[in-house]
């Protein structure tokens, strides 16, 4: 009997064993199984795009779609949605000032000014309204300029004056302040410079205070 009992003992233990090992077994089978299927899973996707980035009537030939979507960011509520319309640029139109009036007459805006200068740096400003010969200032507070240095820089007013833009025969003035204009481009838009000024506080939008202008676009944002 003690012998029996001893054999009925090892045989409990050894199924107990074997049961043991093929647990383990099952628990490595499904654990493998889990991480094939979580390899084998597509990656999550991708967040929808803001479905509030606007339309452009065409492609722009000075900013990207990451740019058009950063400055999208800093418009106002009521430009928000509004499609991009291109009412001006200088390969189509040519380097003049006056053609940038013509093709502003009968809008009201606002309007996003964007440039590209010698150096590759891409700069602008945003207009409350269309612009236009003007023999004052004109403008709101939603006005602003901005840089890309290579991140976005946007320089809003800050309350100090009412300079936002000026329009000329010879020149385009935006921002002003001791003497000097946050961004000024001459009557044929291939000069123009930038220095620091009141209206804005702005850095210097260019690489350089005194540019030459390679790619001009006027987009109506309305």
């Not at 850095?203 to 350089?208: C, I």
Request: include cysteine.
């Amino acid at each position: 009997m003690r012998g029996l009992r001893w054999r009925y003992t090892r045989l409990t233990s050894q199924a107990e064993d074997t049961l043991s090992g093929e647990e383990g077994k099952e628990e490595e089978e499904e654990k493998e199984e889990e991480e094939e299927e979580e390899a084998a899973a597509p990656a999550s996707a991708a967040a929808p795009e803001d479905p509030m980035v606007p339309q452009l009537t065409e492609a722009s030939q000075v900013l990207s779609a990451s740019e058009i979507r950063q400055l999208s960011c800093h418009f106002p509520p009521r430009v928000t949605g509004h499609p991009w319309s291109l009412v001006f640029c200088t390969s189509r139109d040519g380097f003049s000032l006056q053609s940038l009036y013509r093709r502003m007459e009968g809008c009201s805006g606002p309007v996003l000014l964007a440039l590209r200068d010698q150096d590759g740096q891409i700069f602008g400003a945003f207009s409350s309204s269309a612009l236009r010969l003007s023999k004052g200032f004109y403008g709101t507070g939603e006005t602003f300029l901005f840089s890309f240095s290579p991140q976005l820089k946007v320089f809003k007013w800050t309350g100090s004056n009412s300079f936002f833009v000026k329009g000329d025969l010879d020149s385009l003035m935006m921002g002003s302040g001791g003497g000097q204009f946050g961004l000024w481009l001459d009557g044929d838009l291939f000069h123009g410079g930038s220095y620091p000024c009141a209206t804005f506080n702005n850095e210097v939008l260019a690489q350089q205070e005194q540019f030459q202008i390679q790619e001009l676009e006027a987009w109506l944002l309305s």
